[in-house]
């Protein structure tokens, strides 16, 4: 993404080719100039209708038919007191309708009457940066591989211009930079996470998968280490080893260090499931829509994403990103029920379903942040289908082993828009697992599945503080909706970073 965001006016003065003007109910029924007289009646007749009433996520698109420099006026409907969330889906709507119309520089009038209650309560910084989220990540799609060469739609140039005393305060003009410049580079780094989750199967395989992990360490000048299939051998990773090992491409283990505070004895052990192709294995999936199962290593996108942003924002955190990652396919090499692996914990596993095998990979994943000074555990997965049945598309599922933690992802999903459900841990769920084979089995009853499978990654913990996220309804969508995109979302990027790095670290 390259726009380029300015205050007050357009890039070197030039005219937009389009004005985006926020507008809620009251100001439709009032007799005051919204943009232009002729411009307004047409609006307000339309309401009148009840054809645009100015709610969040609606928009109407008006020629200013030479009365303006601009050849479009954007209305979006806002309501006032929806907060950041409301902002996001209201600048996503403006910015779908500039897409419609091709326009790709915009002036943002934003008047105080709408805003000022926003700017009051979450301060000028936030309001700035969900708008600017808003309009990016609702313009970032998929894009299809064809012969003729095709090109995503780009918002080129925009500029915030606040009516009179809206900003009022101190400071007002910079934390409303402040705010639009974090919007930009959080939206870019879900923009990476979402490419990464696009990929097609036969593109991202794990070495390649390790391959953008390198070029992202490169660029940032982090410390990593890829370990392949030898040394994750030598390093007992019986997890890894055995959901890789029916494939002709091999698993990768990989480990990013960000020290951001080397004086913090905190380390942040981020892991993200890279399942570059998920059949199931031998416990094979029904063949329709797993062409979906590309975006199986989205929970590898988020904290890849996620690692982009804090490297950019210089966040002072300590992280440890570790992505096991793997293709899991049926052959006559392929892991197979029935079998019992040791994990690198040392703990054995009696495999009843290789279709469970996320938490398998997750399982080695967390020692290896343990084993490498991790002191706190967040894993991102698109880990069960259960979840989906509990949470539909809606929210994040989440396990934990400690309230506190919890509480901070709560609140920093909060910030970020992102939602987020705590599925209950009751000890019963364990009993399920249990073998007579080796000291747990990798799937049980179809009943409280989600919180059985994460549970089931919480025994990997060694006792400390740990939230697993499961984005198996969040990653890919089948519409878009809001902010989203259809197909891959970059979901928990923002979470990540504001859990890591948001106002209660600052």
């Known amino acids: 993404m390259t726009t380029t965001f300015t205050y007050g006016a357009m890039k070197d003065g030039a005219a937009a080719e389009a004005i985006i003007r926020f507008i809620g109910e009251k100001e439709l029924q009032e007799d005051g100039v919204i943009v232009e007289p002729k411009l307004d009646q047409q609006l307000r007749s339309g309401y009148a209708k009840g054809l645009f009433q100015g709610k969040t996520e609606q928009t109407e ?87 003729e060469e095709t090109k995503r739609f780009q918002l080129d140039a925009a500029a915030f211009i606040p009516e009179a005393g809206l900003l009022h305060e101190p400071g007002g003009r910079e934390a409303w930079e402040s705010g639009a410049a974090k919007g930009k580079l959080l939206a870019e780094s879900v923009a990476y996470a979402r490419d990464l989750t696009n990929l097609p199967g036969n593109d991202l395989t794990p070495e390649r998968l390790a391959n953008h992990a390198e070029e992202l360490a490169s660029e940032f000048d982090l410390e990593i280490e890829v370990i392949d299939e030898w040394t994750a051998a030598e390093q007992g990773m019986g997890g890894l080893l055995a959901v890789g090992q029916g494939s002709v491409n091999p698993p990768r283990m990989i480990v990013i260090h960000y020290k951001g505070a080397p004086d913090d004895a905190e380390v942040w052990g981020l892991v993200g499931k890279g399942i570059t192709f998920d059949t199931g294995g031998i416990s094979l999936k029904k063949g329709l829509g797993m062409e979906e199962m590309i975006s199986d290593m989205g929970g590898a996108a988020a904290v890849l994403g996620a690692l982009r942003a804090l490297a950019e924002l210089k966040a002072e955190v300590n992280v440890l990103a570790v992505i096991p990652t793997a293709e899991n396919m049926p ?164 979470t990540l970073v504001e859990l890591l790095a948001g106002k209660e670290k600052a």
């Open 61 to 147: 698109v008006v020629w200013s038919l030479g009365l303006l420099n601009a050849s479009y006026v954007v209305f979006a409907g806002y309501t006032p007191g929806e907060g950041a969330d409301g902002l996001r889906k209201a600048a996503a709507a403006a910015a779908k309708a500039l897409k419609r119309i091709k326009a790709a520089s915009a002036e943002v009038r934003l008047s105080k009457s709408l805003f000022e209650q926003e700017v009051a309560a979450i301060g000028a910084s936030v309001v700035a940066q969900s708008l600017t989220e808003g309009l990016l990540l609702a313009l970032h799609d998929r894009m299809p591989l064809k012969k």
């Open 331 to 494: 052959s006559d090499r392929a892991f197979k029920p029935g079998d019992v692996l040791q994990t690198m914990s040392g703990y054995t596993v009696e495999i009843v379903n290789t279709d469970a095998e996320g938490r398998l990979v997750l399982a080695d994943g967390l020692t290896t942040a343990i084993r490498r000074g991790a002191t706190k555990l967040v894993d991102v997965a698109t880990l069960t289908g259960a979840v989906m049945i509990t949470l539909g598309y809606e929210a994040t599922g989440a396990v934990t082993n400690n309230e506190a933690l919890m509480a901070e992802v709560l609140r920093a999903s909060e910030r970020a828009g992102e939602r987020v459900w705590q599925l209950p841990a009751y000890p019963e769920f364990m009993k399920d697992l249990r073998s007579d084979a080796a000291d747990l089995k990798n799937s049980g009853s179809r009943y409280g599945a989600a919180s059985r499978a994460g549970m089931f990654i919480g025994h990997f913990t060694e006792g400390l503080p740990w939230v697993h996220l499961d984005i198996g309804g969040t990653a890919w969508l089948e519409a878009s909706r809001g902010w989203e995109p259809k197909g891959g979302t970059g979901v928990m990027v923002r």
